[in-house]
């Protein structure tokens, strides 16, 4: 799959103005496959795949919460798989492109706060993931199988 990296920066940055995270430093990687299954079981001790980790590396001092419960001085790390958001973009009907983005989009609202591990913050994450992807102009993704999308340590 074929990612071109100014677009994903660039809508990864809208994504991050439209959660007001301010003051962050995230990086992004996308690899495959067998990339992010080695660190979903190294990190996670889960083995295999998954679509996307993320990983809050700011220490306590320097990510906090601003008054409107926002946060700025995130230091952290979203990794994704484009092999997997390619396939999962055919099982959705949707482009690889959103797919991914969808996956980036998740792991930040992770790094913002949000959880899935639970039906109610599911459907908490999955409103506000919809709320993103529409105010960076993206559509909203497909429905999803209820299934935890992003682990994060």
């Known amino acids: 799959m074929a990612v071109c990296s100014k677009t994903l920066k660039r809508l990864f940055m809208a994504a991050m103005d439209a959660v007001g995270m301010t003051d962050s430093d995230i990086s992004l990687a996308i690899v495959n496959d067998k990339a992010i299954a ?3 079981e190294t990190w996670l001790g889960i083995p295999g795949s998954t679509d996307v980790l993320s990983f809050d590396l700011s220490s306590t001092e320097h990510a906090q919460p601003s008054h409107q419960g926002k946060r700025h001085g995130i230091h952290g790390e979203i990794i994704a798989s484009a092999e997997t958001a390619s396939r999962e973009a055919r099982v959705y009907s949707w482009s690889p492109e959103h797919e991914l983005s969808y996956y980036l989009i998740h792991g930040l609202l992770h790094l913002v706060g949000y959880d899935d591990q639970t039906p109610s913050e599911r459907i908490s994450m999955r409103r506000k993931e919809r709320s ?5 102009g993206l559509p909203a993704p ?3 199988r209820p ?3 992003c682990h994060q340590r």
Do not use: G, N, Q, S
Request: charged residues 35%; without cysteine; hydrophobic residues 35%.
């Open 142 to 144: 497909p429905r999803r």
């Open 147 to 149: 299934k935890t999308t």
């Open 132 to 136: 993103v992807m529409k105010a960076i």
């Open 38 to 40: 080695e660190l979903h």
